[in-house]
């Protein structure tokens, strides 16, 4: 049996076409990713892994202790609106000499005691013709 040293070094030998190839062999599927250096890490873990043995199964049931602990959260964040933007915020924009306001509510924009449902019926209700309202209130970005 070859030292562990020298199997690592041949992996780092291998461009990503090989080292997607001893991935396939070492886990029996494809990798979820091509990148170089992630492959090498995988292929590295799992021939020491094979040689010396893995987590023991104590770590194991810990691991998967702390994993059942974790929230991820499930939806955007409520403070902010389908665009992105802060509800409750105020868009300022100069338009032809006048100071426009918006403001950005739950269900929608604000402009002058009426609301739109999106950016663009805010910009054309100010200045008459069509917009990209984004464009409008937020300028390029």
Not at 84 to 108: F, H, K, M, P, Y
Request: aromatic share 8%; with cysteine.
């Amino acid at each position: 049996m070859r030292p562990i040293t020298d199997e690592l070094a041949a992996l780092r030998d291998l461009d990503a076409h090989a080292l997607m190839v001893r991935y396939i062999e070492l886990h029996g599927r494809r990798p979820r990713s091509t990148h170089r250096e992630w492959l090498f890490r995988k292929c590295a873990w799992k021939v020491q892994e094979n040689r010396f043995g893995g987590l023991s199964v104590t770590a194991k049931a810990r691991l998967e202790a702390l994993v059942a602990e974790i929230e991820i959260p499930t939806a955007p964040p409520t403070n902010e609106n389908a665009d992105g933007i802060t509800i409750g915020s105020e868009l300022v924009r100069e338009w032809r000499g006048q100071t426009l306001r918006l403001a950005v509510r739950d269900e929608g924009y604000e402009f002058n005691g009426k609301v739109y449902r999106s950016l663009s019926g805010a910009a054309k209700a100010a200045t008459g013709s069509h917009w990209n309202g984004p464009m409008f209130w937020q300028g390029p970005r």
